[in-house]
Each structure stands twice: as structure tokens, then as C-alpha cells.
């Protein structure tokens, strides 16, 4: 039997079931055994997704013509090639008479194959829990009558996407979901921040609307007075999803919203789901805290659409049971945008930050400090990003995004375990566009950008960033900048898709005996998951979770207003992906913790609208 599996959903409807069971022997040794069932006729595929998109994806086809599995890889939305290493094993496959192809495979967990993604160990029980991002994976099927090794057809909308935690410890089956529950069960409380009724500007592309929230809002929304609590993690609920580009949590301890509000704490993108910190830390808030916020939302009206309501919100967890550490955001590259205006260039082009390391070796006087989470960011020209770590003249580590995908998820968070940056340690950032000449940096969508963001503990007493001319009267932490024009995407250096020389090519697996017996089980894939009303098996969606109510809504005083940029371009986000029923996205919406009267506003809720800040760009502060 397997003892993990997902179901990826087509709209309403299951469109692929996915059944594994990982045999780690440890030392990056051990198989993955999969189990993919759908409704189609002539083939079937399942991809790790580096991005969430096909590029950068590897991929496995079962045919049901020659019955065979076929190993892929892809660098584009278009057919993927056959990967120069077939290094899947087919042990079971069944055709039904009523519809279902199922086929049962294995690999090695790390091939060595350039052209395949390695399974990491992606435990939320890990060192650094729920803030290991999940692994992304895709789904594909056909009906084409025929079709055999490298001439597949092509899919349409029989395609879906999701994410999972391969190694699940426990049979779950939906990352969300796993990461909601644990913060309603670990948290004392929800701050529920919200940009309620907000009317998207229509007279331009791009707005940044600014809303504050005070100390005495906070203690409006449940908060004691005089106490000091760890914020452990954030969800994001997206109202109006084609035009949310991004949404920036700043914080500081100056308890009004008459002052800058500039350090920040957390960012969403498109693509990013509910965050959850390691236990080891949270950023406190009260009096010897963070004990205001400022939430900055960036908005793309592409089409200039009037009427358009927003109701999005950021729901922060808490608990009164403090954590080791503080956490902090190290942000590196040019995360105050100083190349705002500056032409990207015509082509293929390579953009280089160097961090030194005066940068650390001042920051960092108290000592080292731990990184659990990094975010690549660019927007939708980027198609290539590195961050690398010197020390002593050596690089010690490499975070990369081979396929850089910003329709898919406008910060790619990198899967590794947490690492120390120590004092004198420096930093490389490299950015690669491909694009016309007539992109260049700044504050839109379809201007470009180059940041890396480092979460860490304990926090530092200063905001710590480095980038172009940061901060203009501390010039430890400005990078070094230079450019250069590549012939081709072939000259970036990508791993991924490239072909190990040293590994024997194969031909694709087949049984010598194929099954099609409708009433045969393959081994450990019980068809009684698999009838013809697929949504019998789907797992609890957050709003089927065994709690109260939704978090209600609180109409605001004060409407905030936005801060439109005229010369900006909107977002590079599709519209065909988000739904055209906006409040269909409420569905992420976490469950309510109780909460008592004396800790609601006065009209029962506890979501709260913040009041208009007039500043957009401060120094130092953080902008994607």
C-alpha cells in the first residue's frame, strides 16, 4: 500500500490522483515509488515543478500504447524532450474498461541526471519545520488514440498542479491545509489585517495603496496591553486575485502611524501560499516589540477595469508563548529599487550584486546568525537567478532558480535546510533577463527587479540590508554593480536540462507482459479510491476544517487611498489563470480561533481596516 497521496484538482473535479512511498536509506540514497491514476485513454504524465510551470520541470509519461514510461524533462511551455537517461522502472499499469489509465513506477530519489530533479527531504518535522517550502509537482493527460516515446500530444486543459511534502510523515495529503492546521493549533490568536472595500484606482495601471495599523488597533483586534507576543506565521487571503501583484508587511515601535514604518517583515507574491516560522522563532510584538504596521499592497489594472472591490487581507498567528529567538529580514541586490529607470538591456543580459563583506562584518558584531528561509525575486522578464555565499574567498553555497517562472509564483522560495551567516561573510546576486529594450527597472510589473530575501534569528537591533546605495550615509553595505549582454540563454550557466556526459543513455521501460484486465489492482493502488465520483476522495478544503466560523469582516472608517505611478506597467500575472468569482479565493481563509468579546471591535469583528499612509518609499525600505 501507499502511504501518501494527493488528489490535483481540474476545477470542481479530481484530474489525476498521485500515491507514493519514499525508501530513504539515507545519504541522499533511496526510490520513490509513485502511483498516478486518471480518467484518459491514451497516456498520462506526473512532473516535479521547479517554479510551478512545465519549465524547469521533469516529467514522466506513461503511454498506454506501448505501455511504457518514458522519462522527460522541460524547459518551456511547449513539448518537453526525452531525457537523455531513462531512469524510470515501470512495475505495474492498468487500463479499465471504464476509462482509468493507472501505472505504478520507481527512481532513485537522486539519479545524478542533470535532467532530473532530485527528491529532497521535505518534512515539515525537519530542522526547520513548516518553513521548508513544500515541492511543487504537474499533472498532464491525453486521449489521442497513438501515441509513443516523443510524440505526445497535447494536453489542452487536461492539466492540473498542486503541491506536496513528499516525505509527509503522516498521510497528508495537501500542504495548505497541513500548514493552517498546525498554526490554528499552535497559535493563542489571529491579527486579521485587511484593505476591506478598497476601490482599485482605474486611471492607472499601477497603484501602491498603503494601510497603518496602530498599536491601539492592535490591541483592538485581541492583543493584551502591556504584552509581549511571537507572530509565527501569515496567510494571505487574495480577494481579488488578477490584480494583486504583491503585498508587503512593514513593522516598527513607534506604536502610531505618524512616523516611517520601514522594516520589513514579510512579503506574499503571486504563488505563495500560508507561511509558517521553525519553532526556534517569531517576530515579537508589543511593548518591547514591533507594536505597529504598515501593509502595502501593489495593484495591476492592466485593463483599466472600473469598480473593481478589494477585500484582501493578511491573517498574522500568535501566541503568548514566546520563542527562543526574534526573527529579522536580510534583504540583498537592489531591494530599495536605486536602479529605478535604468534600461535592463536588448537580449539575453546578466546583472551582478555583490555584497562585501564590510556589510557583515559591521552587521554582525554579535555574532552569527541563522537563515531558515530564502526568496529569489524578479518579475516577468527574469529568466535565471543565483545567490551565492563567500567566505574566505570561497563560495559555500548556491541558491538557483534554473527557471525562473513568474507567472507561476512571483518569489521562488528555495528548498534547502538553514544555514549561518557569519561576520565577513559576502554575498553574490545574479539576475538574467530576457527582454526587449524597452524594459527597465522600477516599481511595475512590467518594469524588472533583483532582490533576495533572507529570513534569519535572532534579529539584529538595526534594519539590515544590503544593496545599491541602501543606505547613502552607510556605504558599508552598498554592492558593487555591473552588466553584461549574453548571446543566448545558453550562455547563463543553467544545471538543469543539461546532459551528464557520463550517463549511459537508455531506451524507455516496458513490461513484457502488459495488464489491461478492468478488474486487477496494481499493487498497493486499491481501485476503490478511484470510482467515477472522484470527489468522494478529495481531503478537507481549510473551510471543511472542524471549527467555528470564518474570521468575519469589519467594514473600515476610513477608506485608504492609493498612491498611483503613471509611469509603471501592470502585472505580467495571466489573466486566464485566477477564477472571474473573486471571493471563490476566500477559500484559503483560515478558520476562527476563539476569540472573547473584550477582544473584538466594537461591532463584533476583528478584521480591521488600517488608515492611509501618505510615504511609499522610505529609506531602506523593502519594495517588490
Given amino acids: 500500500m501507499f502511504g501518501e497521496k494527493t488528489y490535483l484538482k481540474a476545477g470542481d473535479e479530481v484530474g489525476v490522483a498521485v500515491h507514493w512511498n519514499i525508501v530513504d536509506e539515507g545519504d541522499g540514497l533511496g526510490k520513490i515509488h509513485l502511483g498516478v491514476v486518471a480518467e484518459a485513454q491514451s497516456w498520462v504524465s506526473f512532473g516535479i515543478a521547479e517554479s510551478g510551470g512545465m519549465p524547469g520541470s521533469d516529467i514522466v509519461v506513461y503511454s498506454a ?38 501505472f505504478e513506477g520507481e527512481r532513485l530519489l537522486n539519479t545524478g541526471d542533470n535532467q532530473d530533479r532530485k527528491i529532497v527531504n521535505d518534512s515539515r518535522k525537519g530542522s526547520i519545520g513548516l518553513a521548508f517550502p513544500a515541492t511543487k509537482i504537474i499533472a498532464a493527460w491525453g486521449d489521442q488514440a497513438s501515441v509513443t516515446a516523443g510524440n505526445l500530444s497535447y494536453h489542452g486543459y487536461n492539466r492540473v498542479k498542486g503541491e506536496v511534502r513528499f516525505y509527509g510523515d503522516d498521510g497528508d495529503d495537501d500542504a495548505e491545509i497541513i500548514v493552517i492546521e498546525e498554526l490554528l493549533a499552535e497559535s493563542d490568536g489571529i491579527i486579521a489585517l485587511g484593505t476591506l472595500d478598497y476601490t482599485i484606482p482605474s486611471t492607472e495601471d499601477t497603484t501602491y495603496a498603503e494601510f497603518c495599523f496602530s498599536y491601539s488597533d ?26 494583486v501583484h504583491h503585498i508587503i508587511l512593514y513593522a516598527d515601535n513607534s506604536g502610531d ?41 501593489h495593484y495591476d489594472n492592466r485593463s483599466l477595469d472600473e469598480g473593481v472591490i ?3 487581507a493578511f491573517y498574522l498567528y500568535w501566541t503568548r508563548s514566546l ?18 529607470g535604468k534600461k535592463v538591456g536588448d537580449g539575453v543580459s546578466r546583472h551582478i550584486f555583490q555584497c562585501p ?7 554582525l558584531q554579535g555574532g552569527d546568525v541563522t537563515v531558515f528561509s530564502e526568496m529569489l525575486h524578479m ?15 570561497n563560495e559555500i553555497r548556491k541558491a538557483v532558480v534554473d527557471y525562473y517562472d513568474f507567472d507561476q509564483v512571483g518569489g521562488y522560495l528555495v528548498q534547502q535546510s538553514e544555514f549561518t551567516i557569519q561576520p565577513g561573510d559576502s554575498f553574490k546576486t545574479a539576475c538574467h533577463y530576457n527582454t526587449d529594450d524597452s524594459v527597465e527597472f522600477g516599481l511595475g510589473s512590467k518594469n ?46 543553467r544545471v538543469f536540462g543539461t546532459m551528464n556526459m557520463f550517463l549511459p543513455t537508455q531506451t524507455p521501460t516496458t513490461r513484457s507482459q502488459p495488464t489491461s484486465k478492468p478488474n486487477e489492482e496494481p499493487t498497493g493502488m486499491p481501485l476503490t479510491q478511484l470510482t467515477s465520483k472522484p470527489n468522494e476522495e478529495l481531503t478537507l478544503s481549510p473551510t471543511q476544517l472542524p471549527v467555528s466560523t470564518f474570521l468575519p469582516f469589519q467594514s473600515p472608517t476610513t477608506r485608504p487611498q492609493s498612491t498611483p505611478k503613471p509611469n509603471e506597467e501592470p502585472s505580467g500575472m495571466p489573466l486566464t489563470q485566477p477564477t472571474s468569482k473573486p471571493n471563490e479565493e476566500l477559500a484559503l481563509l483560515p478558520t476562527q480561533l476563539p476569540v472573547s468579546p473584550s477582544n473584538s471591535s466594537s461591532d463584533g469583528s476583528i478584521l480591521k481596516s488600517g488608515k492611509w499612509v501618505g510615504c511609499l518609499l522610505i529609506l531602506g525600505s523593502i519594495i517588490v
Fill in 65 to 102: 500504447s506501448d505501455n511504457a514510461l518514458t522519462d522527460y524533462f522541460a524547459t518551456a511551455y511547449a513539448t518537453p524532450f526525452i531525457d537523455s537517461s531513462q531512469d524510470w522502472t515501470l512495475t505495474s499499469s492498468l487500463v479499465t474498461d471504464d476509462g482509468f489509465i493507472i
Fill in 379 to 393: 518579475h516577468e522578464t527574469g529568466v535565471y537567478m543565483t545567490n551565492s555565499q563567500v567566505r574566505g574567498g
Fill in 310 to 312: 478589494d477585500n484582501s
Fill in 323 to 340: 520563542r527562543q529567538n526574534d526573527a529579522g529580514v536580510f534583504s540583498i541586490a537592489d531591494p530599495a529599487v536605486e536602479l529605478q
Fill in 448 to 493: 524588472e527587479m533583483c532582490i533576495a530575501y533572507l529570513t534569519y534569528y535572532p534579529s539584529l537591533p538595526m534594519q539590515f540590508g544590503c544593496g545599491v546605495e541602501i543606505f547613502p550615509l552607510f556605504p558599508v553595505c552598498d554592492v558593487e554593480y555591473s552588466q553584461e549582454i549574453l548571446a543566448s540563454e545558453d550562455k547563463l550557466g
Fill in 357 to 363: 563583506s564590510t556589510c557583515t562584518s559591521y552587521g
Fill in 218 to 243: 492592535l490591541l483592538e483586534l485581541g492583543l493584551t496591553p502591556n504584552e509581549n507576543v511571537h507572530l509565527i506565521g501569515f496567510e494571505p487571503v487574495i480577494d481579488q486575485v488578477p490584480y
Fill in 257 to 297: 502611524c505618524s512616523e516611517d514604518i520601514g522594516q520589513i517583515i514579510h512579503v506574499w507574491a503571486f504563488g505563495a501560499g500560508t507561511y509558517a516560522l521553525p519553532q526556534e522563532a517569531g517576530f515579537k510584538v508589543g511593548p518591547n516589540g514591533f507594536n505597529v504596521f504598515r501593509m502595502e499592497v
